[in-house]
Nanobody, 123 residues
């Protein structure tokens, strides 16, 4: 069974960068789309970006366009979320999750959720 673990979070000043990793264990990552989601205190979990099994990225959240990018290394079973020009409103716990092949618009179709990694951008 696919298991995902996020890492790379931390405290970063506004305008700074972080790279989050989502590492899979278990079966091959080749057939999965990996979505990144985030949840800020008191808010619902929201989709950020997703990369499908073929490497195509879907942006769920307009506010990260031009700042966040995704890449995947199937050999390392890892998906990377590069976050640049970070803003205080990006503060949240970031999660990765898997869907079969494609980036669904429905969060319920994602599973194997990791436990998340905290990103904090002070104001």
């Amino acid at each position: 069974q696919l298991q995902l673990v996020e890492s790379g979070g931390g405290l970063v000043q506004p305008g700074g960068s972080l790279r989050l990793s989502c590492r899979a264990s278990g079966p091959t990552l080749d057939y999965y789309a990996i979505g990144w989601f985030r949840q800020a205190p008191g808010k619902e979990r929201e989709g950020v970006l997703c990369i499908n099994s073929g490497g195509r990225t879907t942006t769920f959240l307009n506010s990260v366009k031009g700042r966040f990018t995704l890449s995947r290394d199937n050999a390392k079973k890892t998906v990377y979320l590069q976050m640049n020009s970070l803003k205080p409103e990006d503060t949240a716990v970031y999660y990765c999750a898997a869907a079969n092949y494609y980036c669904s618009n429905y969060i319920v179709e994602f599973g194997s959720w990791g436990k998340g990694t905290q990103v904090t951008v002070p104001s």
